[in-house]
């Protein structure tokens, strides 16, 4: 079965502070879908990005960026400058074949805590 | 748009009793999930349903079951519930067919299960 780790179960960093969010993850598939969502806390779940195994090339968006290694099955995720609106869980996940469709198959989370 | 739906929010249920969950989605979506959360645990795969009529099972769908009758809901069902089916649970959708797990999923703001 694929497995997607996130070891960093809970982080806490003072505004402003760069944080970086790890994820490992364990595929047999040459072509397969990265994603990272995030749970504030009032709970629903947001999308933020999704990358290819095609595509190393890192993204930004704003304060927030992706480093994808293929060579190290890391898809990892920086946020600059964190924010007290940053504090919340967020989860990698890995697309994965199923009986009759993909799904995503979840890492554990790292609850992030941003503090004044 | 409303995207997607979930009906209840709360519920408390006693062993033993049944209930079931809807998930409504407006956006025309072949494939739909149920997922549930639990602390440390991440988001894990009951069941999911490739298109209107058809299901099957995830990661953890004993004591659980769905049915799509319709296009738009995806409904999950517990027969008999037990104090281990406390959770959140989360329905999702997402496009068709995607032959490489491509589809970004959309969540619903979750429901959360107490069993005494």
């Known amino acids: ?9 809970e982080i806490s960093v003072v505004e402003k502070e760069d944080v970086t969010l790890d994820c490992v993850y364990e595929t047999r598939d040459t072509t397969y879908y990265l994603f990272w969502y995030k749970q504030p806390p009032s709970g629903e779940l947001v999308f933020l990005i999704r990358r290819n195994s095609f595509d190393e090339q890192n993204e930004i968006s704003g304060r927030y960026s992706w480093n994808f290694q293929k060579s190290t099955s890391s898809f990892n995720f920086t946020i600059t400058a964190s924010q007290v609106v940053d504090s919340a869980v967020y989860f990698c996940a890995l697309s994965e074949w199923y009986d009759s469709g993909y799904a995503l198959n979840f890492g554990k989370g790292t609850s ?5 | 748009n409303a995207g997607v739906t979930q009906t209840p929010k ?3 249920l006693k062993t033993g009793q049944s209930m079931t969950l809807l998930c409504a989605q407006d956006m025309n979506h072949e494939y739909m999930y149920w997922y549930r959360q639990d602390p440390g645990m991440g988001l894990r795969l009951i069941h999911y349903s490739v298109g209107e009529g058809t299901t099957a099972k995830g990661e953890v769908p004993d004591g659980y079951n769905v049915s799509r009758l319709k296009k738009q809901n995806f409904l999950l069902g517990l027969e008999s519930a037990a104090p281990s089916q406390t959770s959140v649970y989360f329905c999702a959708s997402s496009r068709g067919q995607s032959y490489s797990g491509a589809n970004v999923l959309t969540f619903g703001a979750g429901s959360r299960l107490t069993v005494l």
């Open chain 1, 1 to 9: 079965a694929q497995k997607v780790t996130q070891a960093q179960t």
């Open chain 2, 10 to 12: 709360f519920r408390v």
């Open chain 1, 112 to 116: 992030l805590l941003v503090t004044p």
